[in-house]
C-alpha cells in the first residue's frame, strides 16, 4: 500500500536500531547513491553505526559527491558483515532481489523504503510512497520527522536524487513536494549550480563527439513523426568511445517538434544489433519491443536483432508507424 | 537599491490605476514574456483594464503559453494607446530604452520592476530585486502579496520564467525562493512537464542536425582547456538552418569536463566572423572579446572579426590561454 505517512514502525525502528546497514539498487543511479549516502550519514545523528554498501560501483558521473567513496561497493561485504548488523535499510528496490545482494542479506530484518509502484512490501516494516519524485525525497521528510540536522554534503546527496530522478525537473513526476524539498535542501547548503555542473558539465570530450556521430546519420520518416539514427563500431572508434558514452544520446533525436517515436540502432561487437526504442504521450513501444522479443516501459523499451542495417531499420519503423497508427 | 521588500507605493500604484499598461524588453525572453503574460492577466482581478506591448515578436518556442497571443507585439501601439493608459509597468528593463518603446512610454508614469543589478531606478515606483532569480518571481510575490488567486495560465506563465531564467534551475541564481515559487507554482496548476516538452523536446529538426554538423569541427586545445567549434555557412544550406537554430549550440562544446573556454566561429553572410566566448568560473573572456572590439560579461562575450578560418582561430586560442594562464 502506497503512503504519504511515514509508519510510526519505521521511526521506530531507526531510533531503536544500533547497527544499520543502508543499501539500494545495483547499478546504481543518482536517487540509489544519494539517497543511501544521505541515510548511512544522517542515521549517524542517532548514535548509530551505520555502513553503506551498494554491489555495483558507482558511475563516474557521481563520484564527486562528497562522501560517495565511504559507500562500500561489490559483492564482497564490507568488514565486520553481518556481525556489525542489526537490520538493513533497503532504499529504491522493489524486491530485495535488485539489491543484487539478495544471498548476504536474506534473514537480516529489512526496512523497506521506496517509491515504486509493485513494491512487494517485503521486510519488518515497509514504507512505499509511489507519490514520492526519488526516494531521496522520503529520505529528506524522515530526516525532518526524525528532528535529524540536514548538513551540507547530505542536502547535496538528497538535492542530487531529486535532480537525477525528475530528469532536472522535467518529467511528470516533478511535483510540489519535488520543489518544496528542493528549495529547502538549498537553505541546508545545497549548490543546485554544483550538482549541474557534475551531471551537464563534466561530459567526456568522446561523448560529445559521438553525439556529432550520431546526429550526421539521423533520418526522420512517417511525416516527421518518426526518427532514426545510428551508432556504429566506426564511430565510437573514430570518437575513442567509452563505457556509458552512448547514454542519453536517444535524447537528441526525441527532442525534435512532431516526433512521436525514436528508434536507435547501436552495432554491437557480437553481430547483434541493439535497438532502443523512445516514444512520447500515449505511444507504446513497449509492445513493439515485446513483437521483437524484448521488453520495456510504454514511452522506453528495447530489443536485441540478428539482424542488420536496412532490413532491421525498415522493420523497425514499420512497427513503430503501426504504433503510432494505434494511438 | 535592490530590496527584496515590495514597496508600498508599488502595491498602492497597483491597487489604485485603472488603466495599465504592461511591457518588458525588446527581444523579449521566457522572463519578459511570462512575466508580462502574468501580471496583465493577475492586474485584472482588481477590476482593471490591461494591456500588454513588447516590441518585438515571440520567439516561436514561447507562443505554445496559454494567452500568448493577447500580448501586442510589434512597434506600432495597440489600440486606444495612449489615451487608455494612465501608467506602465516596466518589467526586466534596467532603463526605459531597454522596452524599445522609449519614445512612446516617454512622460507616463512607469512603475519599473527588475532583478538586474545597475537599475537606473526610473519611474515614479521602483522594485529592483537583484536576488530575484527571475522578475517572474518577483510578480509572483507581488500576486500574493495583493491577494490575487493565480490560475492555472498565469501558474504556467510565472513557472517558465523560473524555468529559463535559472537555466532550468542550474544556474547559480537557482535559489531557495526560486524552488518554493516553482513548488507553490506547481500547486495551482503549473505543469514542469509540460513547459519542459516546450521549451526542450521541440527543436526543429534543421537545429538538432545543425548540432551534429558543428559537433564534427570540434577541436580541444590547451591540454582540453579550450574548445573550439565552427558554424559555417555549408553547414547551415546543409541542413536547411532557420533562424535561431545556433542558439544554444556554444552549450555542447562547454559540456566537456575540463574545458575551461569556449571559442564558437560562425561565418556570417558579409563575409565577416561572428565569435561567441564561453567560460566557466574565473576565466574572464569579456577582455578577451574587449581586445577584439567585442564586449560582453565575464563568462559570455563575443566579437565580430574580418579575419577568417585558421588565423582568427589561431587568434583566439592564444588569447584564451592568455585569459586561463592570468586566472
Request: hydrophobic share 40%; glycine share 10%.
Amino acid at each position: 500500500m502506497s503512503t504519504a505517512t511515514i509508519p510510526e514502525a519505521l521511526v521506530a525502528e531507526l531510533r531503536g536500531t544500533r547497527r544499520l546497514l543502508v543499501t539500494s539498487h545495483a547499478n546504481p543511479d543518482g536517487d540509489a547513491i544519494g539517497s543511501t549516502l544521505a541515510t548511512a550519514k544522517l542515521l549517524r545523528q542517532l548514535g548509530h553505526e551505520t555502513t553503506a554498501w551498494l554491489r555495483d560501483p558507482l558511475p563516474r558521473l557521481y563520484r564527486a559527491l562528497p562522501g560517495s567513496d565511504e559507500i562500500h561497493c561489490g559483492e564482497e561485504p564490507p568488514v565486520g558483515f553481518p556481525q556489525n548488523c542489526d537490520a538493513v535499510v533497503v532504499l529504491e528496490c522493489p524486491s530485495l532481489d535488485r539489491t543484487g545482494l539478495e544471498d548476504a542479506l536474506t534473514g537480516l530484518p529489512l526496512l523497506n523504503i521506496d517509491h515504486h509502484l509493485g513494491n512487494e512490501n517485503y521486510g519488518v516494516v515497509a514504507w512505499v510512497d509511489t507519490t514520492a519524485p526519488a526516494v531521496g525525497e522520503m529520505v529528506y521528510r524522515l530526516a525532518r520527522a526524525l528532528g535529524l540536522e540536514i548538513e551540507r554534503d547530505v542536502a547535496n546527496a538528497l538535492y542530487l536524487t531529486l535532480v537525477t530522478d525528475t530528469g532536472g525537473f522535467r518529467f511528470s513526476n516533478t511535483t510540489a513536494a519535488a520543489f518544496d524539498a528542493a528549495g529547502d535542501l538549498v537553505r541546508e547548503g545545497a549548490s543546485p549550480e554544483t550538482i549541474s555542473k557534475w551531471l551537464y558539465e563534466s561530459q567526456p570530450e568522446s561523448a560529445v563527439r559521438l553525439v556529432g556521430e550520431m546526429l550526421r546519420t539521423l533520418e526522420v520518416h512517417a511525416d516527421g513523426k518518426i526518427a532514426t539514427a545510428w551508432m556504429t563500431r566506426e564511430m565510437a572508434e573514430r570518437v575513442d568511445a567509452q563505457p556509458g558514452d552512448s547514454e542519453g544520446l536517444i535524447d537528441f533525436p526525441r527532442s525534435i517538434a512532431g516526433v512521436e517515436a525514436v528508434a536507435m540502432f547501436r552495432q554491437l561487437d557480437n553481430g547483434y544489433s541493439k535497438v532502443s526504442l523512445r516514444s512520447r504521450g500515449q505511444v507504446n513501444v513497449e509492445e513493439v519491443a515485446r513483437r521483437f522479443g524484448g521488453g520495456g516501459h510504454r514511452n522506453a523499451a528495447g530489443f536485441s536483432s540478428q539482424k542488420v542495417g536496412q532490413e532491421l531499420a525498415e522493420e523497425t519503423i514499420t512497427a513503430l508507424a503501426e504504433a503510432i497508427g494505434r494511438n
